[in-house]
């Protein structure tokens, strides 16, 4: 990596900035995604959550660290992109720098971990993007949940690393969740977008998406002597969780599959039915398009019992 020259900005600069601009929520979760070469054994999704205040102390840290480059893990670690031409012990260092400021920062962490040979063997029928929609959505109700106890309460913003494939269908189930009133953490959910990695949010996400990816690889053991130093640094936090869903949870949730459908009054005839009436096929996309259709006509249900 070619040393640049490269002065941090100040908090005050930070915050004078960002005067200029609206500020529509308190609090932002940043989140990347990692998975394995070819998509078969493993898939993260993650966030990491912290207030305006804390987001902009963090940024100076890292990116004086940085020096204002790019940060990708898996390239800092192998030596590869960006870090090809440095001495692989600088790279080393610098890893450890940036894990170690993570680590010292306010931010909260979630990972969310499956074991894709798993959930493929329990829901053969699975399309393209499911993996990622099933950790995405586990994250967002994490933080969901942890709105509801911050101090002080306010709304949350998520910026997810950009995923042209799944990331239109994504902000949909998103959006699901947010006009949901049923469900106590909707109130706290603001905008949603999708960012590249010059955000340091996203590079310090990317790092502890790598950590958890390695982990869940070498057996997701809870031993920490058999964890990498990188990611008992961040858990001996306590700030920093890591969820993974193993074959003993795709089978148990497939057991539950008839008493979900029933309370939600929902079926896969249903759905079978609705995608003949559309002339469209089973994708993850369509998934979510039912289940908005679903959620429409139970509004303008309660709507009509409520005007007469």
């Known amino acids: 990596m070619i040393e640049q020259a490269y002065k941090a900005p100040t ?6 900035a960002r005067k200029k601009r609206i500020v529509i929520t308190m609090y932002t979760v940043y989140g990347d995604e990692s998975h394995d070469s070819k998509e078969e054994r ?12 804390q987001w902009d102390e963090f940024e100076i840290e890292w990116t004086g660290c ?4 790019i940060f990708h893990a898996a390239d800092c670690e192998s030596d590869r992109g960006e870090f090809k031409n440095t001495p692989h012990a600088e790279n080393q260092t610098l890893y450890r720098h940036l894990t170690n400021i993570l680590a010292e920062s306010n931010l909260i962490g979630f ?6 040979r798993a959930y493929n063997t329990a829901f053969p029928d699975i399309v393209a993007g499911y993996s990622y929609l099933l950790c995405f959505r586990k994250v967002i109700e994490y933080f969901g949940d942890i709105a509801g106890i911050l101090i002080p309460r306010d709304r949350i913003k998520f910026s997810f690393h950009i995923n042209p494939q799944i990331e239109h269908t994504a902000a949909a189930m998103y959006q699901l969740y947010r006009d949901d009133s049923t469900l106590k953490y909707s109130q706290y959910f603001d ?13 310090a996400s990317d790092l502890f998406a790598r950590e958890t990816m ?3 690889q070498k057996g997701a053991f809870l031993d920490k002597r058999r964890m990498r130093k990188s990611l008992v640094r961040l858990i001996e936090t306590k700030r920093f969780k890591i969820q993974f869903f193993n074959h003993e949870y795709f089978e148990d949730y497939k057991k539950k599959i008839p008493a979900i459908e029933k309370v939600a009054g929902l079926s896969q005839s249903d759905y079978e039915q609705w995608l003949s009436e559309e002339g469209v096929k089973h994708n993850a996309s369509n998934a979510m398009r039912y289940l908005a259709h679903v959620y429409d006509m139970e509004r303008k249900r309660q709507q009509m019992g409520a005007n007469q």
């Open 111 to 116: 990972g969310a971990v499956i074991d894709i």
């Open 66 to 69: 940085t020096g204002g480059n």
């Open 191 to 203: 905008e949603i977008s999708y960012v590249s990695m010059k955000h340091a949010g996203i590079q």
């Open 214 to 216: 390695k982990w869940a």
């Open 11 to 16: 908090v005050d600069e930070i915050r004078q």
């Open 42 to 53: 493993i898939y993260v999704v993650n966030g990491l959550l912290g207030s305006q205040e």
